[in-house]
């Protein structure tokens, strides 16, 4: 069983930065593949970002050269560091765990985190 706990949300103006923190519980953090999915008001759930175990990653189209993600395993924590940041990508970010191979689906993920309001005021 892992329990994720995201932080480090809040309100930004556009073209600031925040960085975002997923704080995992349980063992065995490094076993498990870790996504950033967000929703915006009105809108379905979508991929962000994932890491691999081995440190691969992936990013959306829509967020690349502006988000990192990054894995620190001896504090069970996964990151996403946010800069250039833009209206649309105001949302609710979540952070989620899977054992095996990444996805973009969320559907293929096996634990959740509450989720954190980012703010991006134009």
């Known amino acids: 069983q892992v329990q994720l706990v995201e932080s480090g949300g809040g309100q930004v103006q556009a073209g600031g930065s925040l960085r975002l923190s997923c704080a995992a519980s349980?063992?065995?953090?490094?076993?498990?593949?870790m996504g950033w999915f967000r929703q915006a008001p009105g809108k379905e759930r979508e991929f962000v970002v994932y890491?691999?175990?081995?440190?691969?990653?992936s990013y959306a189209d829509s967020v690349k050269g502006r988000f990192t993600i990054s894995r620190d395993n001896a504090k069970n924590t996964v990151y996403l560091q946010m800069n250039s940041l833009k209206a649309e990508n105001t949302a609710v970010y979540y952070c989620?765990?899977?054992?095996?191979?990444?996805?973009?689906?969320?559907?293929?993920?096996?634990?959740w985190g509450q989720g954190t309001q980012v703010t991006v005021s134009s």
């Open positions: 349980g063992r065995d953090f490094s076993f498990y593949a």
């Open positions: 989620a765990a899977k054992r095996g191979a990444t996805s973009r689906y969320e559907s293929r993920y096996d634990y």
């Open positions: 890491i691999t175990t081995s440190g691969g990653t």
